[in-house]
Antibody, heavy 113, light 106 residues
């Protein structure tokens, strides 16, 4: 199971940190992704991190503004989001990928003044 | 790598056989997955590695393809299958999704 938290309303230019708590599986064995979805629109990959945290990947749209990290001792994934823009408004999901069989319920981030 | 799904919208009836196509802008071997998403819910994995059915997914779902062209087939639509379907490539970063195919009841 994956459970996201930390979403909310933030002003443009602001920062927010999302968390994703894992349970029921060996968290440290899996790469984990962040995927976002503007309500009513499609899925967009945001970032990914390898099982040991040694490799990280970002979509061009968030490179330099978002940072993904994980604490395997706490079974928790993080997404530090900075310089937020209106177009970052979305539901953010964490997902165990591959294989893609376990997703959180999502947390809504709204960037607005 | 861009993924293009067709059609973007599909209207069908219970019992119909439907096929959704996903085309990649370059070869992705067999690193393709299909998801089903219903409103307000997280995506649900249906198929991974092009054709491997995820545990618990009904056998009316099947996937095929290789290289740049892939298909998801539902052999006999059930009421619970009306949803939006996405393909996803895991061949290389950045991971990408198709734009989605919305399947509605005729």
């Amino acid at each position: 199971q994956l459970v996201e938290s930390g979403g909310g309303l933030v002003q443009p230019g602001g920062s927010l940190r999302l968390s994703c708590a894992a349970s029921g599986f060996t968290f440290s064995s899996y790469a984990i992704h962040w995927v976002r979805q503007v309500p009513g629109k499609g899925l967009e990959y945001v970032s990914a991190i390898s099982s040991n945290g040694g490799s990280t990947y970002y979509a061009d749209s968030v490179t330099g503004r978002f940072t993904i990290s994980r604490d395997n001792s706490k079974n928790t994934l993080y997404l530090q989001m900075g310089s937020l823009r209106a177009e970052d408004t979305a539901v953010y999901y964490c997902a165990r990928v591959p294989p893609g069989d376990c997703w959180g319920q999502g947390t809504l981030v709204t960037v607005s003044s | 790598i861009q993924l293009t799904q067709s059609p973007s919208f599909l209207s069908a009836s219970v019992g119909d056989r439907v096929t959704i196509t996903c085309r990649a802008s370059q070869g992705i071997s067999s690193y393709l997955a299909w998801y089903q998403q219903k409103p307000g819910k997280a995506p649900k994995l249906l198929i991974y590695a092009t054709s491997t059915l995820q545990n618990g997914v009904p056998s009316r779902f099947s996937g095929s393809g290789s290289g740049t062209e892939f298909t998801l087939t539902i052999s006999s639509l059930q009421p619970e299958d009306f949803a939006t379907y996405y393909c996803q490539q895991l061949n290389s970063y950045p991971i990408t999704f198709g734009q989605g195919t919305r399947l509605e009841i005729k």
